[in-house]
């Protein structure tokens, strides 16, 4: 049974720093592209940033919002990718979600939703001062 297991939000304040990290189980992942989502109240789940192999190397991609905060990391001996989160604000509050995608994604489809196959049950996320 595959199963995606996120951790690590919490309540912080503007400025601070989190680690996100997904756990998967149930297949190898390693060829996957990987990343992360995030949904705040009333809205709908948003691309954060992926990772995926190309070639034989990786290649990331992050939304515009979190481009120089945020890092995306994956351990395949794991089965884990990371989200690291710095200099959060308060816009970044959200429930956030780690997916897998089996298909080999162009970087548009990396931003999309609908082309992952695998969720995380969801981590909270709160900057508040």
């Known amino acids: 049974q595959v199963q995606l297991v996120d951790s690590g939000g919490g309540l912080v304040q503007p400025g601070s720093s989190l680690r996100l990290s997904c756990a998967a189980s149930?297949?190898?992942?390693?060829?996957?592209?990987v990343g992360w989502f995030r949904q705040a109240p009333g809205k709908e789940r948003d691309f954060v940033a992926a990772?995926?192999?190309?070639?034989?190397?990786?290649?990331?991609s992050f939304d515009g919002s979190v481009k120089g905060r945020f890092t995306i990391s994956r351990d395949n001996a794991n089965n884990m990718w990371s989200l690291q989160m710095n200099n959060l604000k308060f816009e970044d509050t959200a429930v956030y979600y780690c997916a897998a995608s089996s298909r080999r994604l162009i970087t548009s489809q990396m931003w999309q939703a609908n082309a992952y196959d695998y969720w995380g049950q969801g981590t909270q996320v709160t900057v508040s001062s």
């Open positions: 990772i995926r192999r190309s070639g034989g190397n990786t290649d990331t």
């Open positions: 149930g297949r190898s992942f390693s060829t996957y592209t």
